[in-house]
C-alpha cells in the first residue's frame, strides 16, 4: 500500500490560493484528499480548486477572511455538512510585516494579529466540534523560525508566529482524548511569490542580487520551495504521523541550529 495517502479524507486549507497553500493543496488533493480552499482571494482560490478538479482531483474553494469568525463558521459549516466529517485542518493564511517595535504602528500590529493569531484561532475553533463529534482529526498550523529565535525587523510577525506555536502545544494537549492530533511547521524563507513580489517593490533593479543575500542566509545555500513544505505537511497529516502531536518542525536548511 503506499504511504501517505489521504484517500477520503476531508481536508480545509487556508491561503490556500497561492504559494505554500496551493502547493499544499494540490499535494494533499493529489494524495485522494477532498480539497476545500479558504483564501481572501476568492479567484486566486477557485483557480486552484479548477486545476485541481482538471487534473483529476476534489476540490472546492470559498471566499473567506480568516480573521473573521462568522465567514469562517458559515463555510466551515457548508464543508462538513456537506462531506459529514471534517479530517484536516491546515492554517496556512497569514500576511507579513517588518518592522521593529518603534516603527509597528497599532494599525499594523492589529493588522497582523487579526490574520496570523485571530485567523488561526478562528479556524481550529470552527473545526474542534466536528473534529470531537468524529472523536478524530489533524490540525497543521503554519509557525515560522520567527517563533523560535528572535529576527530582525519582524516584531509583529514573531509575535505572532510565537502565538501560532503556543496554541499549537496547548490545543494537542487538550484534545489529547479525542484522538485530535496538532502540529506545526516552521519554514526559514521559502520562495513564493511573495518573495519576488517584495523584492521588485524594495529592490528595483537589484531583484537578483537580494534574492541571492536572501537565499545565503540559509546554511544549505538556498531558500526552500514551497513543494518541499508541502510534502511535510503531507505526512504530519498522514496516518503514517499517527504518533506525532504537539510537535513543531523546522523547516529551514539549517538556519536555526547550524547559523554561527
Do not use: W
Amino acid at each position: 500500500m503506499q504511504p501517505f495517502r489521504l484517500d477520503q479524507k476531508v481536508a480545509i486549507i487556508t491561503g490556500g490560493g497561492s504559494g505554500i497553500g496551493e502547493s499544499i493543496a494540490r499535494t494533499f488533493a493529489g494524495a485522494g484528499a477532498h480539497v476545500h480552499i479558504f483564501d481572501f482571494d476568492g479567484r486566486a482560490g477557485q483557480r486552484v480548486a479548477e486545476a485541481i478538479r482538471a487534473d483529476g482531483g476534489q476540490a472546492g474553494s470559498y471566499t473567506v477572511d480568516v480573521s473573521d469568525q462568522q465567514q469562517v463558521l458559515a463555510a466551515t459549516t457548508r464543508v462538513a455538512t456537506s462531506a459529514g466529517r471534517v479530517d484536516i485542518l491546515v492554517n496556512n493564511a497569514g500576511i507579513a510585516h517588518i518592522g521593529k517595535l518603534d516603527t509597528t504602528s497599532e494599525e499594523d500590529f492589529d493588522r497582523v494579529y487579526a490574520a496570523n493569531v485571530k485567523g488561526v484561532y478562528n479556524s481550529m475553533y470552527a473545526v474542534i466540534t466536528q473534529m470531537k463529534k468524529q472523536r478524530g482529526g489533524v490540525i497543521l498550523n503554519m509557525a515560522s523560525i520567527a517563533s523560535m529565535l528572535g529576527l530582525p525587523d519582524r516584531f509583529a510577525y514573531s509575535m505572532s508566529k510565537g502565538a501560532v506555536l503556543t496554541m499549537t502545544y496547548t490545543v494537542a494537549r487538550d484534545y489529547l482524548d479525542y484522538q485530535i492530533r496538532c502540529n506545526s511547521i516552521a519554514p526559514a524563507r521559502i520562495h513564493t511569490p511573495f518573495v519576488d513580489g517584495f523584492l521588485s517593490q524594495n529592490y528595483p533593479g537589484k531583484e537578483k542580487e537580494m534574492y541571492e543575500k536572501l537565499s545565503q542566509t540559509q546554511p544549505i545555500g538556498r531558500m526552500g520551495t514551497p513543494q518541499e513544505v508541502a510534502h511535510l505537511a503531507l505526512y504530519l497529516c498522514s496516518d503514517e504521523a499517527g504518533f506525532i502531536t504537539g510537535t513543531n518542525f523546522p523547516i529551514d536548511g539549517g538556519f536555526v541550529n547550524l547559523n554561527t
